[in-house]
């Protein structure tokens, strides 16, 4: 596919006729009755109804949305010492609005007792690396149905947050499809002292 050409999305539920039982050919009932039918499903289907990309990408967030609250009670019903702050917000991607990201939570985890490391854990329906602030997302593919990942974070002078890159190297702290894995890497962040991660990392 030409990768200028726009996508196009349609209502499928639109097209969806009623049920209804098996009728004899039009052209035959012209012939045996000499009637026309006035039945509108005799007749050319009707004109698929294509969504626009503010429609496709409102879907979208809701349901990622959806997914993210979801996440959220999961994270924060697995231990009373471990709760993360809900902060939920969803985005499609402007040129594929099918496609998008969740922001779940965000918090702050010390690495070492002088370090504190905040960072915010996403869900997206995609599989994607991470790129850079321009280029977020890089090399996209859709064949997974979600992929979980949490990065480090800073705040700029403008009150923008960035990726925090002198973390790890990169500023990704895990990135995984798999939900039981997202879960645990995220308990591990959020653990206040090594005999809970210990107990976590059982699970």
Known sequence: MD??????????????????????????????????????RDWLPEERRYLTYEEVGARTELKLASAGEKTHARINAVHRAIKFPKLLFSRSLTDTPH????????????????RPVSWSFYICNFSAEIGDEKEFFGHIRTD??????????????????????????????????????????????????????????RL
Do not use: W
């Not at 995220?186 to 090594?194: N, S």
């Open 99 to 114: 496609l998008g990201y969740c922001h779940v939570t965000a918090a702050r985890t010390f690495f070492s007792p002088r």
């Open 144 to 201: 997974y149905a979600r992929m979980y990942f949490a990065v480090a974070i800073e705040r700029q002078e403008t009150g923008e947050t960035r990726i925090n890159r002198t973390v790890r190297g990169n500023g990704i702290l895990f990135r995984t499809s798999d939900p039981a894995e997202a879960l645990k890497n995220v308990l591990m962040l959020g653990a206040p002292e090594p005999s809970l991660r210990e107990v976590i990392a």
């Open 3 to 40: 990768a200028k050409a726009k996508l196009r999305y349609f209502d499928a539920r639109a097209e969806r006729p009623p049920a209804s039982p098996a009728k004899a050919a039009t052209h035959s009932e012209f012939l045996r009755t000499g009637r026309i039918s006035r039945d509108r």
